[in-house]
């Protein structure tokens, strides 16, 4: 059995480090572009929520908009590298990839606009976010990350 | 408190990753920037910014239209005049397609400092329709029967003419006689005798003309035009542009009003120099079907993409034309050419050379138009160094094999594959566009042009340079020159198609040179193409 918890444990700080890593690249990229923006992705929005994503794109919110996904995608990048606050991250990294998932839904009768493969329903925006899902059920920031000095920490002031 | 190796080992193994990602994606993004600026430093292209005017001042410039169909009615759009049928179908067609905003550009349209005042139009229909339309009260419109009614008037100091082509130029004329401005459609003229007659008229006249070609407005022309002047293309020796229209719209079959007749329709006024026949429907809307009223794809296409291409390149006329082609694809009654192929010569244009001095020189412009098939070939500049596709937006590819990016190319930071610039001043604007012709326009940048982002209907542009030259003095950018370069360009395409050989242009008498026993404008106005007479061949 905790043979069992044990290579759970390092499935999951894999899959919680390989996500950061993906989120934190994403956000950098753009953090050093200063010419990237959304309005392209928001302004071709498709399906039931397109009267939300299309208001963003005003002269007066894009701005915003940009700089939150940037500070949003390095919050989860560096909070599940480092292994802190990752409930925190994994709730943020969740709202995003909501956000992405229903700009551009995989749902039939919709165009899909830049996609490299065939969806339905599914996508891998949406297995993302139940991967990040589980990232939030079963933290292990104390079994690899930043978590398991502060842990450490404070059991050890504990026992003096 | 003691951090054992063990724990500090798993408590910050995380952040030589981090410090892995960050460093991979700064350097990414920072290194392909460069590369990027470092591209952009050596072509050093400006990008158009859009054309500032000085304001219309002073009393507002009182305008009759002449003629009031289809084209008509889009240029008192573009004055801020749309009727309210337009409106409505307009706010029905944004209903349907929210991504429409015709109806919202139009009204967002900046107010020009104008007044209509006059209408004529041989169909009472169209007369009445823009009678009830603009008429107010305070400011009646009066409907003039004949043109020279409305230009001896003394009550219009500009008229917009959108007639069919055979009275363009006697038109312009009278109005330039009379210091009236004038906004003629294109072709400025219908044969080659009246274009030098109207080059007379409007050196003679105080008044201001300005030919139709709205496109060299267009924010990616200019910028177009910036590129090949900085030799960024290298030697051009072939430009390819296309017609490619494949619906009843685009090849003029118009709707026929049901109230046309030869009681709601002065057909002998409709009829002018042209050859009189009965009174006929069919020739009357869809008059661009016959060279008798109009001058078939050379006249009302080619104009519009061989003026796209001076405007950038300035090449002028070209020494030789050489056409073929037939009705293939709308045997319908029509004796216009359905499909045809131009190639004009231009044996001493240059666009520059990176190569040694005298081994490029020429250039060939290439005109390929089908009505029967509407796939997107679009207008290409071949040069030796890069190609550049031309239309609202800009790309331009390195060549291979080119002489001024060999380095480049050979340190891998150019690619023939990828583009080196792109101009696309309407990025991220969703947009819509209606009909199949109004595609094929809005590709070809004819039809809007983008200003910080915002549409703006090039027509719009064009008519407000017009009316600024008009109170302010100043040059039209499409003025009796380039009029006079498109005209005869046109009718040397015309005359090939027809004689089934090469027409040529002297540029020292300024004239065609002449073929022995043809009268070129006999030749012009014929019906179809022309048949030789045995004496003639014999």
């Given at each position: ?22 989120f ?9 572009n200063?010419?990237?923006?959304s ?11 397109k ?7 005003g002269?007066?919110?894009i ?9 949003a ?5 560096i909070?599940f590298?480092l ?5 925190v ?5 969740m709202g ?7 700009a551009?839904?995989?749902f039939p009768?919709?165009t899909?606009l ?6 339905w ?9 139940v991967?990040?899902?589980v ?13 398991h ?11 003096q | 408190?003691?951090?054992t ?6 408590g ?8 892995a990602?960050?460093w ?16 952009l ?12 005017v000085p304001?219309i001042?002073g ?13 008509g009615?889009?240029?008192?759009r573009?004055l ?15 209903q349907e ?6 109806l919202?550009d139009?009204?967002g ?15 009472d ?29 003394g ?10 082509d ?5 038109i ?7 210091n009236v ?15 030098y007659l109207?080059r ?5 006249s ?6 139709g070609h ?10 177009a035009?910036d590129?090949v002047?900085k ?6 020796s072939?430009?390819q542009?296309n ?11 118009y709707?026929?009003?049901?109230k046309a007749?030869?009681?709601t329709?002065d ?6 120099s ?20 109009g001058?078939g794809?050379s006249?009302d ?7 796209r291409?001076?405007?950038v390149?300035?090449?002028g006329?070209?020494?030789s034309?050489?056409a ?14 359905d499909v045809?192929?131009?190639n004009?010569?231009f044996?001493?244009?240059s666009?520059g050379?990176?190569?040694a001095?005298g081994?490029?020189k020429?250039m ?8 029967g ?6 207008t290409?500049?071949m ?14 590819w390195p060549?291979?094999a ?27 604007v ?7 012709t ?15 982002g ?10 407000r340079e ?9 040059k039209?950018?499409?003025?009796i020159n ?5 005209a005869?360009?046109a009718?040397?395409?015309?005359l090939?198609w ?7 242009w ?8 002449p073929?022995e026993g043809?009268?070129?404008?006999e030749?012009?106005?014929a ?6 007479k ?5």
């Open positions: 059995m905790d043979l069992n918890q044990n290579k759970l444990k390092v499935s999951v700080t894999l899959l919680r480090i390989l996500i950061g890593w993906h934190l690249f994403e956000g950098v990229v753009k953090l050093y200063p010419e990237w923006t309005f392209g992705y928001l302004a071709t929005a498709q399906g039931p929520f009267w939300f994503f299309t208001a963003l794109v002269d007066a919110t701005g915003w908009v940009d700089t939150l996904n940037i500070v995608l390095m919050v989860v990048g909070t590298i292994g802190i606050f990752e409930r991250g994994a709730f943020v990294g995003l990839l909501a956000l992405y998932f229903f551009h839904p995989p009768g919709l899909q830049n996609v490299e493969g065939s969806y329903f599914v996508n891998k925006n949406l297995i993302e976010l991967a990040c899902l990232i939030y059920q079963l933290p292990t920031g104390q079994y690899f990350g930043l978590e000095l502060r842990k450490n920490k404070l059991t050890k002031m504990q026992e | 408190m003691k951090w190796r063990r724990d500090l080992l798993i910050l193994g995380g952040l030589p990753i981090l410090g990602v960050w991979a994606g700064a350097a990414n993004t920072v290194g392909s920037r460069r590369k990027r600026s470092e591209i430093e050596q072509l050093n292209i400006t990008p158009s910014l859009p054309p500032a304001g001042g009393e507002p410039v009182r305008v009759g239209i002449i003629g009031f169909g289809i084209r009615e889009q240029l008192c573009a801020g005049f749309a009727t309210e049928n337009w409106k409505e179908q307009m706010r029905l067609a944004a397609d929210p991504n429409n905003h015709a919202e139009f009204m349209q900046e107010k020009l400092n104008v007044k209509l005042v006059g209408i004529c139009d041989v169909f229909v169209r007369a009445q329709n823009f009678i009830d339309s603009f008429s107010t009260p305070e400011n009646p419109i009066k409907r003039y029967i004949t043109y020279k009614d409305m230009i001896g008037s009550d219009v100091d500009a008229v917009v003419i959108a007639t069919p055979h009275w363009h130029a006697p312009s004329i009278e109005a330039l006689n009379h401005h004038v906004y003629v459609e294109k072709p400025m003229t219908h044969t080659v005798g009246e274009t109207l007379d008229a409007a050196k003679n105080k008044a201001v003309l300005a030919v709205q496109h060299r407005q267009t924010l990616s022309f200019s910028t035009r590129i002047e030799g960024t293309l290298g030697h051009v072939l430009i542009t017609t490619n229209r494949n619906d009843d719209n685009g090849a003029w079959n709707d026929i009003h049901e007749s030869p009681e329709i057909w002998e006024q409709f009829l002018g042209a050859p009189k026949v009965p009174f006929n429907k069919n020739h009357f809307f869809r008059w661009r079907k016959w060279w008798a009223y001058s794809l006249g296409l080619l104009t519009h993409d061989y003026d291409l001076n405007c390149l300035n090449m006329i070209p020494s034309v050489s073929s082609g037939g009705i293939y694809t709308h045997n319908d009654g029509r004796n216009v050419p045809i192929q131009v004009m010569e044996p001493d244009y666009t050379s990176s190569q001095k081994k490029e020429g060939t412009f290439c005109y390929s138009a089908t009505l098939n509407g796939f997107n070939r679009p290409i500049l040069g030796h160094d890069a190609t550049m596709e031309l239309g609202n937006k800009l790309t331009i060549d291979g080119s002489t001024r990016y060999a380095e480049m190319i050979e340190a891998g930071k150019m690619n023939p594959g990828v583009p080196i610039y792109q101009y696309n001043p309407a990025a991220n969703p947009d819509a566009i209606s009909s199949a109004s595609q094929y326009f809005a590709d070809k940048g004819l039809m809007w042009t983008y200003i910080d915002v549409r703006v209907d090039s027509t719009f542009l064009h008519m017009w009316l600024s030259v008009i109170k302010n003095g100043g039209v950018s499409c003025g380039e009029g006079f370069e498109e005869i360009s009718h040397m395409a015309g090939s027809k004689l089934g050989r090469k027409i040529e002297d540029p020292n008498t300024e004239m065609l040179k073929i043809i009268d070129f404008d030749v012009l106005l019906n179809g193409t022309w048949d030789m045995p004496e003639m061949v014999g």
